[in-house]
C-alpha cells in the first residue's frame, strides 16, 4: 500500500484537470441527453465521486472524459428509472446508454456548449440569473466566486443558481439553438449576457479571484469556434479584445485611471490588437453591420496614434445611434463633438441627458471634463465631486481628483 | 407542453370598434387562429366579456361573499387566453409573438400544470 497516497495525489489531479477544463463540456453532453439541468450536475457530481476510489484501485482511464460522460449518464438514467412515473422516458435512455458504453475517444463527445449557452442566456430569465447560471455551468466558476463579484452572499447566488435552473425546467426552456426567426433576438442576448460579464470583470479590477474579462472572451472564442462567421460574435470579441489590450496601461503607478489616449503604449498588447482588428476586418467584410462591430470600429480609432481619430468616432456613433438610440449613446456622441472642439454645442447636448442619465457616473465626468475645457471652472469643481462621489471604484476617483485639482498631465 | 397564452390588455388603449385599426386588429386575431388551427397546436381558446361582467365570489368564515366586479382592479384586464400544445417555451412564445393584442398590451406565456408527466 505503499503506493496509494501518490496515486491518490495523481488520481485526485487528473480529475481536477478535467473538471477545470470540461465541466461545461461534460454538462452540455448531459443535459442534451438526461434533458435536465439539476440531473445533469448531480449525475456529473456522483461520477466525480466515482472516480476518486475507481481510479484510485484500477488507475487512470483511457478517456477520464468519456468515463465520467459515461458514468454519469448511466447514473442520471438510473435516477429516472427511480422515479417510478418516468418508465417511458426510461426505456428511451436504454439506446442513449447502449450508444455511449463504448466511448473512449473524448474527441468523439460532441460539444454542446453552444445550446447550453443559449438555455443560460434565455430571456425569459431574469438579466442577473443569466449572468450566474452561465458562469456557473459554462465557465464553472463556484458560486462563491460568483456571489464574490457581485457582492452577494454565497447562500443567495446559490438560491439564484437553483432556482433558475428550476425555471429552465418549469418553463420549458429548450436546450436547443434557437430557429433562424429568433436567431438575431437571442443572439442579442446572449451577447448582452456576455458584454455584462465583462464589463462586471472591467469595474472590480483585481478584486476577484476569476477574472470575468477573461471569462467573458473564453465564452466568445468558443461561440466563435463553434458557430464560425457570425459578425456581431466576432464584433463583440474584438471588441473585448482591444480592451483587453490596454489592460495594463490603464491604471497610472498613483492607482489612477489613465485615459486612453494618455496611455502608454508600450505597455498595450499589440499582438492582441493586431489578432482584433483582423478579426474585425473579416467580420465587417460579411457586411452585417451591427452594435458590436461598430463599438469595436469606435475603439480601435480610440487607439489611433499619434491621437484618436475623432471625426471618424463621431461617424461611427452615429451609426451606433441608429442600432442604439440610448442617452448613454447620445452621451458618448457629445465627448466626441467636444473633443472634435465643439464644446458649446457638446455641453448644450450632454446637459439635454440630464433627467435621463442623473444617476450615471460618467454623465457627471464628462459634464465636468467640458465644462472645464470652457473655463467655467467653479462649476467644473461642484460637478467633479459628484462624479467622485458616484465613481464605481478607486482608479476612476483618483482620476477625476487629479483631474479637478488640474494636475493630470 | 401545453403552455396557456393570457392576454392581458387596458381597454382604454387598443383600437376602438368600428375603425379600420379595429378590423386590421380582428384579421390579426383571425390569421392568428388559423395558423394555430394549422400547425396543430391550438387546444382552446376563448375571449371573455368586459370586467364589468365580472362576479367575485369568495368564502370566509364559512360565508360565501359574493361581490360585483373583478377580483383585483388593475389597469390591464384578462381579455381572452388560448392553450397550446408545443414542444418547448420558444415554441410557445412564437404563436405569442402573432397575438394582436401584443402590440398595445401584453401576452403571458404560462405552463399547465401537468398532473402526469408520464404522459
Redesign the interface.
Known sequence: MKHAAPKAIAVSKAIDKVIREDRGRLLSALIARLGSFQLAEDALQEAIVSAISHWGRAGLPNSPKGWLLRVALNKGIDHIRKGQ?????AQDFDSIRYDHAGEQDDEAIPDERLRLIFACC?P?LEEKSRIALTLRTVCNLTTREIAAAFLDTESTMGQRLSRAKAKIQ?????F?I??A??WNDRLDTVLSTIYLIFTTGYVLEDNSSRDLCKEAIFLLELMCKLKPEESEIEGALALMQLTEVRKRARIDGDGALVPVEEQNRDLWNHDLRKQAQDLLTTAMKRRQIGPYQIKAAIADCHMEEPIPDWPQMALLYQELWRFEPTPVVALNKAVVLAELGECPAALLAVEALEDELSSYQPWYAARADILMKIGRKHEAIIVYKQAIELAPNEASRVFLEKQMSGTAQ | ?K?MLLIYSDPAEGPEYGTPEFEKMMAGYFSANEKMKADGVLCDGEGLQGIETATSLRIRDGKVETMDGPFAETREHLGGYYVVDV????A???YAELIPTAHDGTIEVR?LMDY????
Open positions: 412515473r418516468e418508465e417511458q422516458k434565455h425569459a418549469t418553463k420549458g426552456i429548450a436547443k434557437p430557429e426567426d429568433q | 407542453m403552455y414542444p418547448d417555451l420558444d410557445a412564445l412564437k405552463p402526469n408527466p408520464a404522459g
